[in-house]
């Protein structure tokens, strides 16, 4: 099944690779992802804050569909009940190998971005502790 998809609906393709890249494959929704696992945000306005500069309505979509496959929850904010706090699911955490390798090889393949390679420097030190 598409995780984009009702589980009633037919999956567009059998492929693992299509049907992940279904709902990460934009150029959004890993940034928040990378955001709640590295840069500790768990608020919708920590996400604008982010460098990259994502519009709220495309924020709103992303969160809406990692909530919707389980990769987020939401909880009420503990100092602000009308705000939202988003944090990792299993599912979610079980991402991280994954953007642990993208970093890796952004570090070596793209050694002229400055962030990137203080990031990967971060991950190698924090490696004993995952």
């Not at 696992?37 to 309505?57: D, G, R, V, W």
């Not at 909880?75 to 991280?96: D, M």
Request: charged content about 30%; overall charge positive.
């Amino acid at each position: 099944m598409s995780v984009t998809q009702s589980s009633k609906a037919k999956p567009r393709s059998e492929c693992v690779f299509s049907n992940v890249l279904d709902l990460f494959g934009d150029k959004w929704t890993l940034l928040v992802i990378r955001d709640v696992f590295f840069f500790n945000k768990h608020e919708f306005k920590e996400f604008l804050a982010s460098p990259e500069c994502i519009a709220t309505n495309i924020l709103s979509d992303r969160l809406k569909r990692l909530l919707t496959n389980g990769v987020l929850a939401e909880q009420v904010h503990p100092e602000n009940k009308s705000r939202k706090f988003y944090y990792l699911t299993e599912k979610g955490k079980a991402l991280l190998p994954m953007l642990i390798a993208m970093a890796k090889w952004g570090a070596i393949y793209l050694p002229d971005l400055n962030e990137m390679q203080k990031l990967y420097a971060r991950l190698r030190e924090d490696e004993g502790k995952l």
